[in-house]
């Protein structure tokens, strides 16, 4: 550190670079301290090599990060406006800012697993308005008092360096702990190379931990989210995208929802193996003569027999697989069958071929139903009569490959049966499954049918997995935690825009309000075009992964907690 004699401009600066070394030297120690918030969030790593990685790379990415906010913004204003106050004064605010920033950080990644960004503006306000909503006082009182604290330790910071710099001067520790931050900075960068290079992923892991450290690739993420496999990330292979953990148990029905009164109301869920154009959506509304919700931002991204997994037990495909083996019913088929209502399937196939490889399970859903009907046309469906003798319950009727003209005559048929009908049904129109990774990023325009709902177009984004909450609360008036059996939620109470994500075999798909993204496992991300009408390259978008990983987890999580309670 640079010493001084008198009170000359020149030695004047030199005191004031002096102290400013000093002060920067103080608050690294400082950045260290606070960041150990992130450290302690994530998992140990279990190798000697990542354990040192870890320590070299935190102390020193933490002193570099500080001191390049000294060389950025205090050094040049020092050499600017050289007045002692001033400096003094300002270098605190500046500090004081970059460490309730870190502080912020730190608890922006504990909740949504990704630092302070642009990109997830939107979820980080929201993070941070439902924190002030849940309780406002208690937040602002937080949020002062640590402004405060550590404001007052900085302008303590400041005055010690001020009338001790003779001397720290003379200290000679500080000279060997500068010497360790370089070393480490220069020791855990070639560490990182050679970690890269040969796919260590105890190291690797690591890249997301520290704000603005090294970019991750999202093949790394999604094996320390545990939904690839680590010896296939190792190996350099690709395989399809699993839990590393077991599947939670599937939710049995408890006495709560059991009605003493059942409900003479139906619903009908007509389905489409096509995707519906924004026009048959319109003639749809346009016939009927009751309160609707247009659902104009609705997906579904999966092939078929993993769509309707998606559709009745409104969670994403990964839980497939072992919810099958559970031998699972959704939560909706186990209160229908516990209030003694009716449950149906009807295929329309309208094609030969598809008759031919029909088999008595060939969807996978099919046992759900208490009754199954197979049909080559619709004829004997048309007619008010039989649609409004079916008994109540749920009637599914799904038109597979059949042609525009039988789908559109049989809503016909529906909607006017409907108006003949005293107790008005819930009519679900929408697609199923797609033929193709194109259409699977696109949006599906779906219509819900709810006469005791005002009518209006949903503009928030919903999915398949929503229809179950929906039926459960709005048709079976039951008001289970949707958390405890779906990733879905009812439409009627969306108040607010959200991430939606589900897998495929070869990757991921992730959906915002804006954005449909696709993430293939070796970590390249497309979007879709809707006027090109086809998948194009895009830049990675690291957050909205790590949302969509969250949005996936989340029925496991739920499934976690209430196992702990």
């Not at 604290?149 to 001397?167: G, M, P, Q």
């Amino acid at each position: 550190m640079v010493a001084f004699d008198s009170k000359t401009y020149s030695k004047r600066l030199l005191h004031l670079i002096s102290w400013s070394h000093w002060f920067t030297f103080f608050n690294i120690i400082a950045a260290i301290g606070l960041s150990s918030f992130y450290i302690f969030s994530e998992g140990g790593p279990e190798t000697f090599l990542g354990q040192f990685y870890l320590i070299t790379t935190w102390f020193s990415h933490m002193g570099f990060l500080t001191f390049m906010t000294f060389v950025l913004i205090l050094f040049p204003i020092t050499l600017i406006f050289p007045h002692t106050r001033f400096i003094r004064a300002t270098a605190s605010v500046v500090f004081t800012l970059q460490l309730l920033i870190l502080l912020l950080d730190a608890y922006i990644y504990n909740s949504l697993g990704y630092h302070l960004n642009a990109s997830s503006s939107a979820q980080i306000v929201d993070l941070i308005s439902t924190q002030i909503q849940h309780n406002s006082r208690i937040f602002w009182f937080v949020s002062i008092l640590l402004t405060l604290v550590i404001l007052a330790f900085e302008l303590i910071l400041s005055n010690y360096a001020w009338k001790h710099l003779r001397d720290l001067q003379k200290v000679v520790l500080a000279k060997f702990v500068v010497i360790g931050l370089v070393c480490s900075f220069f020791f855990s960068h070639l560490l990182h190379i050679w970690a890269d290079a040969n796919l260590e992923y105890d190291i690797l892991r690591q890249d997301t931990v520290l704000p603005l450290s090294y970019p991750s690739t999202a093949k790394t993420l999604l094996t320390k989210y545990g939904m690839f496999d680590r010896e296939a990330y190792i190996e350099r292979t690709t395989s399809p995208l699993a839990f590393t953990n077991a599947i939670p148990q599937y939710p049995l029905l408890s006495e709560a929802c059991v009605s003493q009164t059942p409900t003479q109301k139906s619903v009908f869920m007509v389905v489409n193996d096509v995707t519906l154009t924004d026009k048959q959506i319109k003639q749809f509304k346009q016939r009927n003569s009751q309160n609707q919700l247009t659902l104009e931002h609705h997906i579904d991204n999966a092939l078929p027999k993993n769509a309707w997994f998606n559709l009745f037990y409104s969670l994403p495909s990964i839980y497939q697989e072992g919810l099958e083996k559970q031998n699972a019913i959704p939560l909706l088929f186990q209160l229908i069958e516990r209030n003694k209502l009716a449950s149906s399937y009807t295929m329309i196939h309208g094609n030969e071929k598809i008759k031919n490889a029909l088999t008595p399970d060939s969807q996978g859903f099919e046992h759900l139903f208490n009754q199954q009907t197979i049909l080559d046309n619709i004829s004997t469906l048309v007619f008010a009569d039989k649609l409004n003798s079916l008994p109540a319950g749920l009637h599914l009727f799904y038109f597979a490959d059949s042609n525009t003209y039988q789908f559109e005559l049989f809503m016909d048929a529906l909607l006017l049966a409907q108006k003949t009908k005293q107790t008005k049904d819930i009519i679900w129109i929408t697609s199923v499954g797609n033929k193709t990774k194109a259409t699977s990023l696109a949006i599906k325009p779906s219509l819900l049918i709810l006469p005791e709902s005002e009518s209006k177009t949903v503009s928030h984004l919903t999915s398949h997995m929503d229809v179950q909450p929906t039926l459960m609360h709005q048709w079976l008036n039951c008001d289970i935690d949707e958390k405890t059996y779906s990733n879905g939620k009812d439409v009627l109470k969306l108040t607010k825009d959200r991430i939606i994500a589900n897998t495929m075999d070869d990757g991921m798909m992730v959906f915002s309000k804006d954005k449909s993204v696709f993430i293939d496992q070796n970590g390249n991300f497309q979007s879709y075009s809707r006027q090109l009408a086809a998948p194009i390259m895009v830049n990675s978008d690291f957050p909205l992964m790590i949302d969509g990983v969250n949005f996936i987890k989340q029925f496991s999580k739920q499934a976690e907690i209430l196992s702990n309670k």
